[in-house]
């Protein structure tokens, strides 16, 4: 059975419209294990946009399952995640003008920085996967550089404006997939997926695990954060 991993990002991002105390996003994700998520996502931003120290600090506290951090390849948050010790840390891209992660980490160019967090991350015990575009040279780079696992972005799938297009976006994700598999690296996606549309995508050979927050959140607006996680695990179930 694929994992779950439910981002809470965005419980967090209506917390801090209003700078208050709620929504908790620590009490989100604490339901969120009740509804039967494998495991918590968190983005902890340089800009802090949403997700903050705090929070990241009691979520390895409270999360008896798995605990990803997304982070930037960045000094600050690297030391922070070695001493926060989540038991695994996905690079990914970051600027301060997007609305959400836009693509994947252009592992290619920064080979020399994301090399170096890796080892530090890896010495202190955590597992490391890259968040990058369905790119084969990505994929045989994230492989040198030590990566433990990929997570391949779907945003392209996700955003399709057609049938023919979400195929030819399902067909580059399959492939991607194919080439993770054979170069020995764990297989993660997410990015922009739904409940209407995560389907296709849990039944892509090798998968072990599916990032989904939006779509969660969204849903847990209108009816709670427990039935929003269950309705995405049968979503996975029927695949």
Same mark, same amino acid.
Request: charged share 30%; glycine share 6%; proline share 3%.
């Given at each position: ?11 967090? &991002? ?5 700078? #208050? ?7 989100? #994700? ?22 903050? *120290?705090?929070?990241? !600090?009691?979520?390895? /506290?409270?999360? &008896? ?13 690297t030391d922070l995640a070695c001493e926060i010790k989540p038991d695994e840390a996905t690079l990914v ?7 959400? &992660? ?9 080979? !020399?920085?994301? @090399?170096?967090?890796?080892? !530090?991350? @890896? ?16 994929? %045989? ?9 990929? *997570?391949? /972005?779907?945003?392209?799938? @996700?955003? #399709? ?19 993770? !598999?054979? =170069?020995?690296? =764990? ?17 892509? #050979?090798?998968? %072990? *695990? ?7 959140? @969204? ?21």
């Open positions: 059975m694929i994992r779950l991993g439910v981002n809470i990002d965005h419980v967090a &991002t209506v917390r801090q419209a209003r700078q #208050a105390d709620e929504p908790d996003p620590v009490a989100a #994700a604490v339901l969120a294990l009740l509804g039967g998520a494998d495991g918590i996502t968190v983005h902890l931003r340089e800009d802090r946009r949403h997700i903050q *120290e705090r929070d990241v !600090r009691l979520l390895r /506290q409270v999360v &008896t399952r798995r605990l990803n951090l997304e982070m930037a390849a960045v000094d600050a948050i891209p970051e600027r301060r003008e997007e609305l959400t &992660t836009e693509g994947g980490l252009d592992v290619i160019s920064h080979e !020399r920085v994301i @090399s170096q967090v890796i080892k !530090r991350l @890896s010495a202190a015990g955590i597992e490391v996967a890259l968040f990058i575009d369905p790119d084969i040279r990505q994929i %045989e780079t994230a492989k040198l550089l030590g990566a433990r696992a990929v *997570e391949i /972005q779907t945003a392209r799938y @996700s955003e #399709a404006p057609t049938a023919k297009d979400r195929q030819r976006e399902l067909e580059s994700l399959q492939e991607a997939a194919a080439f993770t !598999r054979d =170069h020995g690296l =764990h297989l993660h996606m997410g990015h922009g997926l739904t409940y209407a549309n995560v389907q296709p995508v849990a039944r892509i #050979a090798g998968l %072990e *695990e599916l990032n989904i927050g939006h779509s969660i959140v @969204s849903r847990a607006v209108l009816v709670g954060m427990e039935r929003a996680v269950r309705e995405m695990k049968e979503a996975l179930r029927l695949t």
